[in-house]
């Protein structure tokens, strides 16, 4: 079941009898380096993540190292999820964005984009993006992207990036401290508000809007910001993600008053781990800008799956990634059930 909780409950009428292309922009800041502050991947290759799991949506298995990405816990990536629900019900198309990976995926079975973007540095000592120029880029490969279909489904994967969308926020002006999610159960909020803090403290009251991004934020953030907008004005557009995807929608928000958007075109899309997380609010988040986004959430859950490891989902051992809440909305609209989620995924660990 998908739960409309912001905005207008009618966005997604028409999906159900349309594909849709899915867009997957992968990220890698640095940030992730700094120890403890994200479990989105194998410890010490985590800037890896985005290149494994485009591989795996892409491939079926990852080509760039013998595993995939997991947490500490063993929990599999949340690439599972969108990979079980593009077999069961194919997107129109699927598109890597390479915004900055670490590793250039080893994939045939889907479109590459390079944008020649390399990986942001760590924002406690200045991402150092080119941030007009990565929104730039976001614009025009919107302008270029072409789809006779009226949906676009924008997700991501960038570990270390829900404290990145944390910065940005805060450097943005909101008044966001401690509603962001993390990868972890339990969020290591002091190494991230240290690190938050670090970052804050390199902006400079001369610095526009650009120039903050440049300092706090990440590639996929700011790429992703300007695509939408663009797209925004002819298409429908879902952000598949969590609080990373609401700090895009925060993005957007500053710069409507400079640059051309659509927000009744816009809608983010996530899971039910992150929308009931304890530890962030997506909501509250949501509640900030100045025009009322349209949201929604995957009813879903893995507690008949026949897997343990499956069901530390439900217990909060990761949240989201790889468009995992979108492609679940996708999923529903175009008639699958929450038992055909469960069994495509469990089928992809060989179960």
Request: hydrophobic share 40%; with cysteine; net charge neutral.
């Amino acid at each position: 079941m998908v739960v409309c909780f912001k905005g207008d409950k009618n966005f997604l009428n028409g999906l159900e009898n349309q594909k849709a292309p899915f867009l997957l922009a992968c990220s890698t800041t640095k940030t992730c380096e700094i120890s403890g502050i994200t479990q989105a991947g194998i410890p010490g290759l985590i800037h890896l993540t985005p290149t494994l799991d485009s591989e795996f949506l892409c491939e079926g298995e990852v080509k760039s190292l013998k595993d995939l990405a997991k947490t500490p816990k063993g929990v599999p990536t949340p690439a599972l999820i969108t990979r079980a629900v593009s077999l069961k019900s194919p997107f129109s198309s699927i598109s890597i964005l390479d915004i900055g990976m670490a590793k250039k995926p080893l994939i045939k079975k889907c479109q590459y984009e390079s944008f020649n973007i390399n990986p942001s540095n760590r924002i406690d000592e200045g991402a150092d993006i080119l941030a007009k120029e990565v929104f730039e880029k976001g614009r025009n490969f919107a302008k270029k992207f072409k789809t006779d279909k009226d949906f676009i489904i924008l997700a991501e994967t960038t570990p270390a990036g829900t404290t990145t969308a944390y910065a940005t926020s805060l450097a943005l002006g909101y008044e966001s401290w401690n509603l962001f999610s993390s990868s972890f159960k339990n969020d290591p909020k002091s190494i991230k508000d240290e690190v938050v803090k670090r970052a804050l403290s390199l902006i400079r009251k001369e610095d526009n809007i650009f120039d903050t991004l440049s300092k706090v934020s990440d590639n996929m953030l700011i790429f992703s910001a300007g695509f939408a907008m663009e797209a925004s004005l002819n298409k429908k557009v879902i952000l598949g993600g969590g609080t990373q995807m609401a700090a895009v929608m925060m993005i957007i928000d500053r710069l409507l008053k400079s640059e051309k958007a659509n927000t009744d075109n816009i809608a983010l899309a996530t899971t039910k781990w992150v929308y009931e997380d304890e530890n962030s609010n997506i909501e509250a988040l949501l509640d900030m800008l100045s025009f009322t986004p349209n949201a929604f959430f995957a009813d879903f859950s893995f507690k008949n799956s026949k897997l343990d490891i499956l069901k530390l989902y439900d217990k909060g051992e990761a949240k989201e990634g790889v468009g995992a809440g979108a492609a679940m909305v996708y999923g529903y609209t175009q008639g699958l059930k929450e038992d055909d989620i469960v069994k495509g995924v469990e089928e992809l660990l060989g179960a």
